[in-house]
């Protein structure tokens, strides 16, 4: 099978590389300075030659902050590049899989979000990326899956995990928001199961929630990540309410993603950490 990848020098993008490589697809990775998904004529151009079986879109304008006071460059990226990616796609006969988030939603839901669920973003970066959601689905109809997914952390980019373990290491104190729960997923799991969607005959038509099992706040998550790094002895993490710590974009309270629609099963944050912490070592070695 062919697959393209946007955005393959991301976070995501990379490990996607690698899962695509590793089940032995023919894979055309593209960096955002090799293909700026913004110029529509580029796109198509470059899946019209490359004609791939699935285009899998990473490339996404991911500075939540940034995107309050940047809307319309976040929205030429995460909405009109999102409908360029998808348009091209299925100009040459290929199945779009785009990459969303779980900032779709507002956080009010004390239960998992459902594929069903109303959608009703609090950020402009919320809203580009549902703006993407609606640009795929109309650019593509039914030769799309939109995957909302969660927190997403890995041992290629800059992420969360990574903050904590280099100010662990600086500080004997870290404050961390613990009234704002997710499922942080690990981006190798994600693009394990990304690359299983492409493969699959009968692929699943519009939207799937895939993040990690188990649920967590960001300090609880914190804690652990800590805890498994080499500052666990002399480094306390304390958890503090969003209202201490203001950010210019609101983030949803409670947005855990669950499928009813068969997504496949991630394993837990907990797995995703564990393999991150091994994947780190790798990398640092």
């Not at 785009?98 to 809203?127: M, N």
């Not at 961390?176 to 729960?181: H, M, T």
């Not at 950490?273 to 640092?284: D, G, P, R």
Request: charge should be negative; hydrophobic fraction near 45%; include cysteine.
């Amino acid at each position: 099978m062919r697959i393209l990848i946007t955005g393959a020098g991301g976070m995501l993008g990379l490990d996607l590389q690698a899962a695509a490589r590793t089940a032995a697809h023919d894979t055309t990775a593209l960096t955002r300075g090799e293909l700026d998904i913004t110029d529509a004529r580029a796109v198509r151009d470059v899946v019209a030659q490359a004609q791939p079986d699935v285009v899998i879109g990473c490339a996404a304008w991911t500075n939540v902050d940034g995107a309050e006071t940047e809307r319309e460059s976040a929205y030429a990226v995460n909405a009109t590049g999102a409908g360029n990616v998808a348009a091209a796609a299925a100009a040459s006969g290929a199945w779009t899989i785009h990459v969303s988030t779980d900032y779709v939603f507002d956080g009010t839901k004390t239960s998992p979000y459902l594929e069903s669920d109303p959608v009703a973003p609090l950020s402009e970066y919320g809203r580009s990326k549902l703006a993407g959601e609606r640009a795929v689905a109309e650019c593509a109809p039914g030769t799309h899956t939109i995957i909302r997914s969660s927190w997403l952390f890995g041992a290629r980019g800059h992420c969360f995990p990574k903050t904590m373990l280099r100010l662990a290491a600086e500080r004997d104190e870290l404050t961390v928001v613990g009234d704002q729960i997710g499922s942080p997923t690990f981006t190798g799991h994600l693009a394990a199961a990304l690359v299983g969607l492409a493969e699959q005959r009968e692929r699943a038509a519009g939207v799937l929630h895939l993040a990690a099992s188990k649920e967590c706040s960001w300090c609880d998550f914190a804690r652990a990540i800590v805890a498994a790094g080499p500052d666990a002895a002399t480094t306390r993490v304390r958890a503090i309410t969003t209202a201490e710590y203001p950010t210019p974009a609101p983030r949803p309270a409670y947005s855990v993603l669950r499928s009813e629609r068969g997504a496949p099963v991630l394993p837990s944050w907990q797995d995703g950490l564990a393999s991150f912490m091994t994947e780190l070592a790798e990398v640092a070695a």
